[in-house]
């Protein structure tokens, strides 16, 4: 064998045997390098004569590419093996369960909204708003409740600094403001619903200063009591799950309607246990009444030709009851154990269709 075969073999043995990155790059220093194998067979090819110059320079130049190559496939080579390696290890187990994470609830305030709004939207009611702050007039003077009227008394509203266009600011007493604002930036037929915040100046285990409400208003040519009746006994029954719930209207009085009537619940309360259905007893729920025709000159519509009728239910209320919630406090306590008690899973969305009593 030749100097430069027996080279050759022991480089690419070498390199064959080589391990790591680093022993590699000393083969080719060793090898290629300035003070190489092969570069020093190439510095001695000068005292050669011209013929065997020649061939030698030709077998040492392909040795050379040979080498380089045999390193570069083993660089690959290795790259490779490591990449798999690391792969292996970072194998991601595709049947494995999630790790469970954190869930949040909705509050029982929210679910009894939707669930109400769930009921009228199915009876073609659309979802009306308006400030929690207002103008007087749209919360009480619009309404026909005159300056002498007890829900005026600073003790029970709570007024704010500054006048409006409208009169004193107020934070609202009632949705009732936002029947006013209906009536008065669209035209009739109207039927809608207003849920949202309301405020007054009150504090124990059945009145919190922030509760909730919802509004509802019709109003068309031909609206009558007979159709408030209807809607709020179908609301009711809907809205407590018993087909059959008594549905008492008791009259009343309010000054934005005429006649008024509040409306009661079938129950029983038998040695401290309150139910709702069936029994001898009754529970007052909410407040409607036909709309007063002095409301409907206030906002500009015809009394001689449209009539309606009116509604507004507290929230609060009617989750406590069909929750067994006994103190209205805790809705606004932000205790997560409460939430978690009481609360309802995100996903679980009231409708007519998928059922309204989780
Ligand atoms: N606004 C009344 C209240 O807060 C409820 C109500 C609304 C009564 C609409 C009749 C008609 O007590």
């Known amino acids: 064998m030749s100097d430069t075969e027996t080279l050759k073999a022991e480089l690419l043995a070498d390199v064959e045997a080589a391990d ?39 077998a040492l130049n ?8 045999a390193i570069d496939a083993k660089k690959t080579a290795m790259a490779d093996a490591e990449l798999n390696a690391k792969l292996l290890t970072e194998k991601i187990d595709v049947t494995l369960p999630t790790r469970p994470e954190a869930q949040g609830f909705v509050h029982p305030i929210s679910q009894t909204i939707d669930e109400v709004v769930a009921i009228l939207g199915e ?80 504090y ?3 009145h919190s200063p922030m509760f ?57 309360r038998e040695g401290g246990e309150f139910k709702i259905g069936h029994g001898d007893d009754w529970l007052e729920i909410l407040g409607s009444g036909m709309v007063n025709p002095k409301v409907l000159q206030n906002c500009n519509i015809d009394p001689s030709e449209y009539q309606g009728f009116a509604f507004g239910i507290g929230i609060e209320r009617l989750a406590m009851l069909k929750y067994g919630i006994p103190d209205l406090r805790t809705f606004y306590e932000s205790d997560l154990r409460w939430l978690r008690h009481y609360g309802f899973r995100a996903l679980d969305v009231p409708s007519m269709v998928g059922g309204l009593n989780p």
């Open 123 to 202: 009876m073609g009611f659309a979802v009306a708003e308006g400030p929690e702050i207002e103008d007087d007039w749209y919360n009480f003077g619009a309404l026909n409740i005159p300056d002498d009227h007890p829900a005026r008394q600073e003790h029970d509203t709570f007024y704010l600094p500054g006048v409006g266009e409208k009169g004193r600011k107020v934070l609202r007493t009632h949705t009732s403001p936002v029947q006013i604002r209906t009536m008065l930036s669209s035209k009739p037929p109207l039927r809608i619903i207003a849920p949202g915040r309301t405020y007054r100046c009150d």
């Open 62 to 69: 392909a040795l050379k590419g040979e080498v380089a190559q």
């Open 204 to 206: 124990d285990a059945t």
């Open 20 to 58: 790591t990155l680093q022993a590699l790059e000393d083969i080719r220093v060793a090898a290629l390098g300035k003070k190489g194998a092969i570069t020093a067979q190439m510095k001695n090819l000068g005292g050669l004569d011209p013929e065997a110059r020649k061939a030698a320079g030709q």
């Open 212 to 268: 909730h409400q919802i509004e509802g208003l019709v109003v068309d040519k031909t609206t009558h009591m007979g159709h408030l009746k209807g809607c709020l006994i179908d609301f009711c029954r809907a809205f407590f799950g018993v087909d059959d719930l008594p549905v008492r209207f008791r009259p009343s009085y309010f000054p934005f309607t005429e006649p008024s009537a509040e409306v009661d619940i079938g129950c029983t």
